[in-house]
T-cell receptor, first 115, second 112 residues
Framework: GAVVSQHPSRVICKSGTSVKIECRSL??????MFWYRQFPKQSLMLMATSNEGSKATYEQGVEKDKFLINHASLTLSTLTVTSAHPEDSSFYIC???????????FGPGTRLTVL | GDSVTQMEGPVTLSEEAFLTINCTYT??????LFWYVQYPGEGLQLLLKATKADDKGSNKGFEATYRKETTSFHLEKGSVQVSDSAVYFC???????????FGQGTRLTINP
């Protein structure tokens, strides 16, 4: 299957700072990328869907100004958590799908801890 | 709205035991159903899927049958191995692969 990477794998930051998480499709062109959030012992919750070159579509209840998503190329999407607070601490997972695929391929996730 | 409920874990079994992880769903449309597996330190991987009623998805000895009458997609394996230890997620999609709704995940540990 296709490979998706995320960077960093874990990050610790101070409250009030911004954190950027990268999601890359390594061997295919990702026309659509998805960002999920996973709380401990809970399911993955879709935050937003982004198509290359378009604005992201956010799920209900997700703050657009807090979770900035950029999908500027067919291999890279970024999620920026702005002015992070402890309640933003979570596991963030991206996935990607492409024209030749009818499934999503998932990255390994990024553990964010806000102190 | 659409939702997936799966068996709470953790589940601990001995090697070669029979495995069942229950999954039921509610959906407004006609969903496709999926099982994903997440091995330690890795991303979710598609394990198997079924797109219509009575379809059986299978992979690596795992099977699941799409039961519309019971709105279920239970995961089974006849003889588990230590290497099957992972977290398993049941999921549905009503619009192809464009929006997945996940269950809460079931952590499976297989002891030698």
């Amino acid at each position: 299957g296709a490979v998706v990477s995320q960077h960093p794998s874990r990050v610790i930051c101070k409250s009030g700072t911004s954190v950027k998480i990268e999601c890359r499709s390594l061997d295919f062109q990702a026309t659509t990328m998805f960002w999920y959030r996973q709380f401990p012992k809970q399911s993955l919750m879709l935050m937003a869907t982004s198509n290359e070159g378009s604005k992201a579509t956010y799920e209900q209840g997700v703050e657009k100004d807090k979770f900035l998503i950029n999908h500027a190329s067919l291999t890279l999407s970024t999620l920026t958590v702005t002015s992070a607070h402890p309640e933003d601490s979570s596991f963030y997972i991206c996935s990607a799908s492409g024209r030749d695929y009818n499934e999503q391929f998932f990255g390994p996730g990024t553990r964010l801890t806000v102190l | 709205g659409d939702s997936v409920t799966q068996m709470e874990g953790p589940v601990t079994l001995s090697e070669e035991a029979f495995l069942t992880i229950n999954c039921t769903y509610t959906a407004t449309g006609y969903p496709s159903l999926f099982w994903y597996v997440q091995y330690p330190g890795e991303g979710l991987q598609l394990l198997l899927k079924a797109t219509k009623a009575d379809d059986k998805g299978s992979n690596k000895g795992f099977e699941a049958t799409y039961r519309k009458e019971t709105t279920s997609f239970h995961l089974e394996k006849g003889s588990v191995q230590v290497s099957d230890s992972a977290v398993y997620f049941c999921a549905l999609s009503v619009a192809g692969a464009q929006k997945l709704v996940f269950g809460q995940g079931t952590r499976l540990t297989i002891n030698p």
